[in-house]
Each structure stands twice: as C-alpha cells, then as structure tokens.
C-alpha cells in the first residue's frame, strides 16, 4: 500500500516537471502559431498565469495581425478574472482604445467600469474608487447609449450614488451629534444641494431647527436673533413640505422656546 503510494506520488512529479519543462520550452521558444494556441487552451482551462505569460511575448509579433485583438481582449480577461480589477480595468479600456470597432468594445468598456464597481469599498471607507466607477459607467452610457447594458449600467450608478449619498448623510449627522453647530449647518445645505431627492429631507429639518436654537443658545447676544429666526424658519419649511410629519409635535416646547424669544426682541425694539 505504501509503496503504491510513493510510485503514484513520484509519477505525479514526474507529470509535473514534464509539463513545467514543456511549457519552459514552448515559453522561449519561436514558434508563436504555438504559443497561441496554448494559450487559449490555457485560459479556456482557466490557467490565467500561464495564458498571461504566453499573450504577453506574443503581442509585439501579433499587434497588427488579427490574433492581436484576441490576445489584447483576453489579457484584459485574464486580468479580471484573476481579480486584479485596476489592472483589469486599465487594460480594457486600452483594447476600446486600440480596436473600437471590434466587436468586443462594448463589453470591455463595460467591464472597464465593472471592475470600479466590485472593488467599491464599504460607505466608511475612502469613496475614489466608487466616484470612478461612476465616471466610467457614465462615459460607458455616452458611448454606447443603445447597448442593452445601459439600463444595468445606469442601476449601478444609481446604487453607487446612494452610498456616497449616505457617506455624505452620516458625515452631517455626525456634526450635529457632536454639537458642531455652523459644521453641520454648512453639510446639511450643501448635502440637500447635492442630493435634493434625499429621503432624509425631513429629518434634515428637525435637526436644523434643533441645531440652529442650539447654536443660538450657545451664540452671542449679536447673532442670537438671527439664529433663532433660521430655526422657526425651517420649522416652517417643514410644516409645509411634510404637514403629517411626526417631528413637529415633537420639536413644539423647541418651537415655543423660540417664539418667545424672538417675542422679547421685538417687545424690546
């Protein structure tokens, strides 16, 4: 038995180092009919590193035969199929640009912006890479606008958008947590600029008129005024856009606070 097992372990190695040894040959060798021929029996078996090192001796002696655009399309392939999505995506986007009629482009700018996509990160971490796979899916709809992608294309930018839009969102809330009154006042507006379809537009309201008699509260006598008056102002502005809204029964002892004071100023002019 144990012997039947060490013979079986040394045929192993030996098919082993056969197969290394033949494709070390075919690898310096000058026979690129050969070479392309392993290496698309390579990558149909999946062996990506092996087809990568074969495509790449080849593409100076095939650039301007017609195996050129096979070997430029399927390096880019190989890339994303062994998961390295940046070098994927840069190599695609060189085949659309050096074969743009080719059957093929179309797919690879898509795959171009799909390699964004996947190594988009997680909404508290740095969003470069989910701003690029917008610009890439947009530049995709531009140039091929009647492809049957373009509505998958254009769902992913929507799912892209949503997550730097509750980056943006959380990044507000955390001002306003943390009492940084004029900080989250300025991210309140510029994020309702930025995302005027938020579904968080009413809860924005409630916090700015808590964080704005806040701030008045903690303000000098000079900009008390003005403070409390934006704070019965977006009051208002939420009573008018969202009339049912659960915030403003809540937010009336704030409110009543608010009248009294702006009262006094007014009984003192």
């Given amino acids: ?78 890339y994303y199929y062994k998961k390295d999505y940046v070098i994927a995506s840069s190599y695609y986007k060189r085949f659309v640009t050096r074969y743009p009629l080719s059957k ?70 955390l001002y306003f947590k943390m009492e940084e009154y004029q900080a989250a006042i300025t991210s309140y507006e510029a994020f309702m600029k930025d995302y005027p379809a938020t579904q968080h537009r009413e809860e924005i309201l409630n916090n700015m008129v808590i964080n704005y008699y806040r701030y008045a509260e903690n303000s000098v006598k000079s900009k008390q005024r003005e403070r409390y008056e934006l704070a019965l102002e977006k009051y208002n502005t939420l009573c008018y856009v969202y009339p049912d809204s659960e915030y403003i029964e809540k937010l009336e002892p704030t409110v009543k606070k608010i009248r009294e004071k702006l009262e006094k100023y007014k009984s003192n002019n």
């Fill in 1 to 78: 038995m144990l012997k039947n097992r060490f013979f079986l372990s040394v045929i192993m190695c030996l098919l082993v180092f056969t197969s290394c040894s033949k494709y070390s040959k075919l690898l310096k060798g000058t026979d690129n009919e050969a070479k392309y021929n392993a290496a698309l029996d390579y990558f149909e078996k999946k062996n990506y590193d092996r087809a990568l090192q074969l495509f790449d001796v080849m593409q100076a002696y095939y650039r301007t035969k017609p195996e050129g655009e096979t070997i430029a399309y399927l390096t880019a392939e190989c």
């Fill in 104 to 173: 093929n482009s179309e797919e690879a700018l898509y795959k171009s912006a799909l390699c964004y996509y996947i190594i988009s990160p997680k909404m508290t971490l740095d969003q470069t890479d989910t701003n690029t796979a917008i610009k890439e899916f947009q530049n995709f709809v531009e140039v091929f606008p009647n492809s049957p992608k373009v509505p998958e294309a254009i769902a992913r930018i929507d799912t892209l958008n949503h997550k730097l839009e509750e980056k943006a969102y959380d990044i507000c809330r």
